[in-house]
């Protein structure tokens, strides 16, 4: 299945999406974690806490917010291949980080969240057939497609993935 069209997503997920240029949307997503997993447990509790100007969030907090946000897509693509037609909210990221408190947590234990998590909504999307992948639902005011979710999920982490990289190469 390609890639989502324009009209599958909100604007403000160009930047996820394009960052994927796989034409099916499970090598994209199974790609993170041959990539991103092994990378992240290169990482030390210590450097897990640093803040690094200018950004305001340590890489705990990152990778917070990585399983969030993976959690909160993996959320509305199953209500919408479902058929659910309930618009979902939008959720406010900076709110869920300042309560989640990550950087109590151990850094190996957040790694392997993240990839726990990601090998889950892989099999989920592994589950949805061809006609799932196109249902469309709200969510965050803007209509959104179940493809166009798994795409914006791979984008995401690739996004962080690449901040974090310049983060720690400057470091």
Request: glycine letters at 6%; proline letters at 5%.
């Amino acid at each position: 299945m390609p890639k989502p069209q324009k009209s599958e997503y909100g604007r403000f997920y160009d930047t996820y999406i394009d960052l994927v240029n796989e034409e099916d949307v499970l090598p994209a997503l199974e790609k993170g974690p041959a990539e991103t997993i092994p990378f992240l447990r290169t990482v030390s509790e210590a450097v897990s806490k640093i803040v690094h100007p200018p950004y305001t969030w340590n890489l705990k907090q990152v990778l917070g917010h990585m399983i969030d946000t993976e959690r909160v897509f993996a959320f509305r693509a199953l209500c919408f291949a479902r058929g659910d037609q309930n618009s979902l909210p939008g959720f406010d990221e900076n709110a869920y980080a300042l309560v989640a408190e990550y950087d109590s947590r151990n850094w190996q234990d957040l790694v392997e969240e993240f990839d726990l998590t990601r090998r889950s909504n892989i099999l989920m999307f592994r589950g949805f057939k061809a006609g799932d992948l196109l249902r469309v639902g709200i969510a965050s005011n803007n209509s959104v497609s179940v493809r166009a979710l798994g795409y914006m999920m791979a984008g995401h982490e690739r996004h962080h993935l690449g901040i974090l990289r310049k983060r720690l190469q400057s470091a």
